[in-house]
């Protein structure tokens, strides 16, 4: 009788279990630390050429996309230059990879870095090296870009959302 009642008692249990045990949804991914950057933004800075020149850029700043995907526009002008930042990213493990442009002095090359939910990393490979950090929170960036191999040695901005 008793080894009924134990063999019942399992019986029952196995019947059970699969009702408290609830299938694991999808894998949550990685969140985005994009969506803060969403959006429009505007300031100015300064842009460093060749020869230790300098001068003060207004600028506007244009980031599309969200999830793992992030479009960067960023354009500057002072009275003897434009500047032509396009870069479009993509995230994965905390890991960026994708290209990045300045049209106006040719430069181009692949971009890889890290992102986290208020700060970008990027090393820029191709005809020229670079190194871009974006630093932001809801309502203010900066951007700092330090170029070797040319005319353009480095950008320095400040923004606010526009």
């Not at 970008?120 to 951007?143: C, R, W």
Request: hydrophobic fraction near 35%; charge should be positive; glycine fraction near 12%.
């Amino acid at each position: 009788m008793i080894l009924r009642s134990a063999i019942l008692s399992l019986a029952a249990a196995a019947i059970a279990a699969p009702i408290f045990l609830v299938p694991a949804g999808p894998a949550k991914s990685d969140p985005s630390p994009f969506s803060t950057l969403l959006g429009s933004w505007g300031g100015s800075g300064e842009i460093r050429l060749d020869k230790g020149r300098k001068e003060r850029i207004k600028c506007n700043a244009y980031y599309t996309g969200g999830g793992s995907d992030l479009g960067m526009a960023i354009r500057c002008q002072s009275d003897n230059y434009k500047i032509e930042i396009r870069s479009k990213l993509s995230y994965s493990g905390g890991r960026l990879s994708g290209n990045w442009e300045e049209r106006t002095f040719n430069a181009s090359g692949t971009a890889s870095g890290t992102a986290s939910p208020n700060k970008i990393s990027l090393a820029i490979k191709g005809a020229v090296s670079a190194n871009m950090l974006v630093n932001y929170t809801k309502t203010t960036q900066n951007v700092n870009i330090s170029v070797s191999g040319g005319a353009l040695q480095g950008v320095s901005i400040s923004l606010s959302r526009s």
